[in-house]
């Protein structure tokens, strides 16, 4: 992190012109630190400041940006400055800020970079947001199997400075197709004269360009690999997918479920720097829907108005035993999504989850009718108790079945399970535990 | 993935004792999935399939099951072979392992090892759980800082198989001081008879053994680093953290947030391979505290009995009203929590984000309010919908201001915000939203 004395340091320098001062500082500072910084200025003074960094430090920096601060940026810097800032960022980075801007912007950025680097910007930007494509790179070390590790060796030193990623070397056929790996160190380790098909690895694990993110992602850290090879369907290498982005959809991606299961939308921006309208926009449209769920419940209540005006009573014990529902009914719900979503369990699991959700439900419910069982005898006598006894137990349980069936439905209708929120199954549970409730009260108390 | 021939095949030969189809099945198998395959297996069975792995295999496999798994297959084990097993394991996996074990296997299994690896597991496995130095690890390369280029070559070479990570190569000072480091790539770039101190980063970013383990990963993965060197109070190295783990610990940090904002306490148990007993135990406390939280909201309903008995119509309203409050509260606390732990807002900055919750929440509440209004009339007229409408545009506000104050007062008290979970913001929020709702009702209906 930047310490204080660098703070006044850098606000300092940019407020005096001193560019002497600017260059020292900021090779003392990561440039994840500088990027933060750059971050909370003005769009002028981080203009400035990013001018001062030598390019490929500029582009290293301007990297570690979020889209928006990006885009920002690069619609008021000059065309020069960006192609040239363009050549020296990262082929994901620059495909993904590419796909951002203005279509003048783009066309004259185009016209200004070299014919590689506009076929490699070209060709990355064009796949789909959410797919490995999108977030893959082009960066990276090949050689094609007639080579020997000396060779390699060359190409690696050769290539270096503009790979991503050159601790893993991967082997080509004359089809272009991926037919082995090498790491950096099998690579230094190797005697100089072998063949790279001799001592490379051929069972990798690589994924279509066409799968989701979230795959790549998995994949990454299912099998600990510092970056996965990205094919087509010919099984031609078009891409890597490094495991700094894996970390960052991993992140992302539990991020927007913590998110669904509070019943707020998707966004690119974070929270710290959302719009008022962006917020209310992701929030509006559940609670509405909410709201018309939960006149259900209202509903339900009016239905049993006269035996309400006969036990008032009931009223006291409706919240805690709708809440109890809804409760066990997140709980459930919760840790089946993010069983799902991590790979601890699988969908097909789920009789044999159902079943264990039976026994600890039952376990809770008792516990819970219980807890609660001396207060209904206190409030209402022997028949009240009875009531409130009885409908705990059972909305416990048809809440928790609740929770851990809604996802299953909405991965078997090929929905997100994330779907399956706390407030949207509180809802249901709602409405459910109301009739529970008023049924047995019934049952119990007016025969 | 394993595929159903592989799968069919391995069963197979373990029935027959087919040690030929077994030496081969597992070459072609990564050694993740061989762990995922061993683990729906029997003791027995799993022990037998890891005693065909040549020992380094077996050590990588092992080091993929859980920990639960691990310490059940090690007990099982003769004490030579498991002996064998710590000297090729990662030296963080064999240290937690450790822990697990009983006391008179610890005994003879430090007993059977050299001096080295005893005192190396001793030591990782000292650091308590949850910090850095529970999830370091010793396989790391170290030169001192007068060897030349060509020298550290020969190190990494020299080291290479046994460090979980020789692409950052770190150098001490002469009392063991981190000093500087040098990824291979450098190191592979520069000139043989250079010197390492002229061609090492002296900017690193490293942490204190002491510190959480969830501040390594996000040093990890702020910074895009492969490893993040650990020191002890004097700047000594003692240890490194890789990025997988880091993956690993972020991991496990989101399910534990994401299970507590839906009440459920942490367990080192996935939810698949969970006892009945341990999703008992995380669930039933919260839910017995919360049926105590919702008995105030009974009682508050209660102190309203004779304003219910007269208006009827009024229970019809209060499952939304209460249910909107708690939502948007949800919504409020789980932005601000997930901000929080990604370090996309800071806690100093709660002051600006009350003021935009504020924004948002009026125009959230004065859309429900608009949304609600019409129903209010048709089911009780104008008094009733005013009561209604007004009591919504407030429980809105106020239930959003709960969901985003309660996570910073609990960082105020140094608890973790993530407590501030979906049920518990929702309890609190019904209480208040019965009084206000009564409140406003009692203001209305009675003069």
Known sequence: MINNEQLAGLNKAIADDDTLTLERLVTEIQPADL????????????????????????ADVFGYLKGVTQCELAEKMTETGLSQLFVYMNSDERADLFNELSEEKRQNILRLLAKEEREDIRRLASYEEGTTGSIMS????????????AQALEVVRHTAPNAETIYQIYILNAEQQLTGALSLRQLILAKPEAMVDQVMTTELVSINVAEPQEEASR????????????????????????YDDAMDVAEAEATEDMHKGASIGPSDEGFGQATIRNLYSRRVNWLVLLVF?????????????????????????LPLLVASGGNAGSQASTLMIRGLATGDIDIKDWGKLLARELMVASCLGLTMALAIMGIGFWRGGIEIAQVVTYSMFIIVIIGSLIGLTLPFLLVKVGWDPATASGPLVTSIADIIGVLIYFSIATAILTF
């Open 35 to 58: 990027a933060e910084f750059v971050r909370h200025q003005t769009t002028k003074a981080a203009l400035k400041l990013l001018t001062y960094l030598p390019l490929e430090e500029r």
């Open 293 to 317: 769920a939960n006149i259900l419940s209202g509903a339900g209540i009016a239905f049993y108005e006269e035996m309400i005006e006969t036990y008032v009573v009931l009223v006291f014990f």
């Open 138 to 149: 082009s960066d990276y070390v090949t050689v094609i199997t007639k080579t020997n590790i």
């Open 219 to 242: 994949l990454i850290s299912r099998y600990d690999l510092l970056a996965l090879p990205v094919v087509d369907d010919n099984r031609r290498l078009i891409g890597i997918v490094t």
